[in-house]
């Protein structure tokens, strides 16, 4: 029997979901059963919903091949993400690389004015998913929202290229960006480094290396849930790895074709929490859901930046799960998670804009 998310076409399915999520709640917490309570939280009744009409539909994200997960991604995003964002203009960049080029897409809020300043975003994925597209709505949610350009990078995927190619786009794409600052209209000096999952361990492990070489550094990290420590197995893992979206066997998936060599999981390249110095690091902004593996490992990370004299928020959305900023098209409780994330980048880049503007004393 084929599942019914394959036998349907996306806009009855989004249409579905959209009237599903437009019903009494009494209906509702009928479709969905009683509260789901694990570790003292209590799952947000539209993510319940959410995960229950995933389920119903067979659309559990199980998949055996990297192009099955790259499709099945593609019809969930197509699914939540919802209309897409007016108010921004968007045009390809080619970056060179050695060997090749990295592709970009630039967003560009309509009237912004010139030498605003610029979030660099690494997609979601596990590193073996996700595109330009996949993150394109939220890329100009962000853009529209904080009033800012955002450079979204499309950076080579595994298996096909396992680590360390992903590290080396984004480093590429970080250095490109800040050189040709005056062609993206961007203050070199204000350029933010963002991503959700994996893309959230790139733009952390990139903030960490640019520092690292003495270089330009990004002022401000928005993280949202993400990957930071492929070495060790932590409690939420147990908690959460079933039932919540992204589960226990898919992260161990993802980490293998990333990154096969066991020995490299203890790198800091891809665990940048057991980087030897976090001090290094811009003011940071970390979203964790409360149902997702990942929880745990980020709010360490929080944790040692806040030890280390990096300042740090720390944000645990309790009833939500991971991939929540993808799910823009169903409002609510998701759009504000987002939301709150873009309010604490405003505020990161206003603040390193005032520190730029106070005088150097001898």
Known sequence: MSKLADSLPVGVLAGALRFAFGLPAPVRRLITGKPVVVDGQRLHPDAQLLLKLQQLSGQDWDTTTPAQNRAALTQSNALVCGPVVQGV??????????GGVVPGRVYEPVGLAPDSALLIFYHGGGW????????????RFLAVEAGVRVLAVDYRLAPEHPFPAAVED?????????????????DRD?????????????????ALRAAQAGGPTPVFLLLLYPAVDASTRRRSRDLFGNGFFLTDAKMDWFRD???PEEESWVDPRISVLLADDLSLLPPTYLATAGFDPLRDEGEAFAARLAEEGVPVVLRRHEGLFHGFANVLGLGGIYREAVSEAVGSLRTGLALA????DVPKTA
């Open 190 to 206: 204000r350029i933010a480094l963002g991503g959700d999952s994996a893309g959230g361990n790139l733009a952390a492990v990139t």
């Open 89 to 98: 203009a968007t045009r390809p960049v080619r970056i060179p690389r050695d």
């Open 257 to 259: 074709h990333y990154a």
């Open 170 to 186: 984004v480093m590429v794409a970080f250095e490109w960006a800040v050189e040709h600052a005056s062609d993206l209209r961007v």
């Open 353 to 356: 804009n005032a520190r730029q």
């Open 128 to 139: 073996v998913s996700g595109d330009l597209d996949s993150h394109d709505n939220l890329c």
